[in-house]
């Protein structure tokens, strides 16, 4: 068993750091099956999160951020392709009414109940490091239900509307991960895209509230929290994400991430931010390589609690040559700063 508090301590202060992007769906070139296939299998979603471990020196495996999940769990459509991530289709809740109706499903309704099983599986397939378990945020899911362009507009015209299906998808999110702890998953990371579209005053009052209560309810000393959030508003509402009291942040590549460090306290976890799109999908391997370094030459030296990752999910299409030389470019670095 994994001591996730040595853990903890070794990212944020170890002289020499593994990555740790969030790599799971490309495991799918590696095993020669769709994406569709792997998400509808627990064993083959452990057997390929077992597949990027073997060939990826992380500092740790996190699970299939498919952001479809829950909503699925509570009644929504999906839309789900070959080689593409799953996708929300529609809308369950559209009126006051409809909020008040929603049920809250139980855990492993739809495929949740697989999702926890892949971890489980994948738990007992990789043990020389932590594997961290993938939820989406509370508003987030609340605004696939509700459709992510009408959940901005609800916050204006029918804000009472958004906390009753905020107070629905929180609890089931505490109930979701506290699953997630019986599996021997090291962790869990809460995925909240969907807040950086907001304002900061938005984000205080439909988000922040929830995610402190999430993490307050589920992190334990031997479960730590990560909390993502990629949208280009996060450096503007760090006051506010900071109040989540997660051991560990990420952040995507729509913000300048020395601008976010400058502002995150020095003794908390802090991750991010090669563009998963721009770079691993569609990059070079010389291109990957270039930002790599570069953004570990910016940050690292000045920063210890700094680890390098992707900005986001990284899609099932990207190359395993532009994969590899991101590992490759990270290694290269520390050689480089334990020789100078």
Not at 7 to 27: E, G, H, N, V, Y
Not at 271 to 299: H, K, V, W, Y
Request: negative net charge; charged residues 20%.
């Amino acid at each position: 068993m994994i001591n996730m508090q040595n853990w903890l301590q070794d990212m944020k202060s170890a002289p020499r750091k593994k990555a740790m992007p969030i790599l799971s769906f490309p495991c799918v070139s590696l095993m020669g099956i769709t994406v569709a296939e792997l998400i509808n299998s627990p064993a083959l979603t452990a057997e390929g999160m077992a597949r990027v471990a073997a060939r990826c020196d992380a500092a740790a495996a996190v699970s299939m951020m498919d952001l479809s999940v829950e909503a699925e769990a509570f009644g929504a459509q999906i839309r789900v392709s070959e080689n593409e991530v799953p996708t929300v289709t529609g809308a369950l809740v559209e009126t006051p009414e409809a909020a008040e109706a929603l049920a809250v499903p139980p855990v492993g309704a739809a495929r949740t109940g697989q999702y926890i099983e892949a971890i489980r599986l994948a738990c007992e397939k990789i043990t020389d490091r932590p594997v961290f378990a993938g939820v989406i945020g509370p508003f987030s899911l609340a605004g696939r239900l509700m459709d992510v362009s009408q959940a901005m507009i609800y916050c204006y015209d029918e804000p009472e509307m958004v906390h009753t299906v905020m107070r629905k998808t929180t609890d089931f999110l505490i109930a979701y991960c506290k699953a997630y702890q019986t599996t021997g998953a090291g962790g869990v990371v809460i995925a909240e895209p969907l807040t950086g579209l907001l304002s900061p005053a938005l984000a205080e009052e439909f988000s922040a509230p929830y995610v402190r209560e999430l993490v307050a309810a589920v992190q334990t000393p031997d479960f730590p929290v990560i909390y993502h959030n990629c949208g280009n508003n996060t450096v503007r509402m760090l006051d506010a994400i900071l109040t989540a009291g997660a051991a560990g942040y990420h952040f995507g590549n729509a913000v300048d991430m020395r601008e976010v460090l400058a502002r995150m306290p020095a003794d908390v976890l802090t991750m991010g931010n090669i563009d998963p799109a721009g770079q691993f999908r569609n990059g070079t391997p010389e291109s990957i390589r270039r930002e790599t370094l570069a953004l570990l030459r910016d940050c690292c030296p000045q920063h210890p609690n700094f680890v390098i990752s992707s900005g986001c999910d990284i899609p099932p299409a990207s190359r395993w040559e532009n994969i590899d030389a991101f590992f490759e470019a990270v290694a290269a670095y520390y050689e480089e700063t334990a020789r100078a």
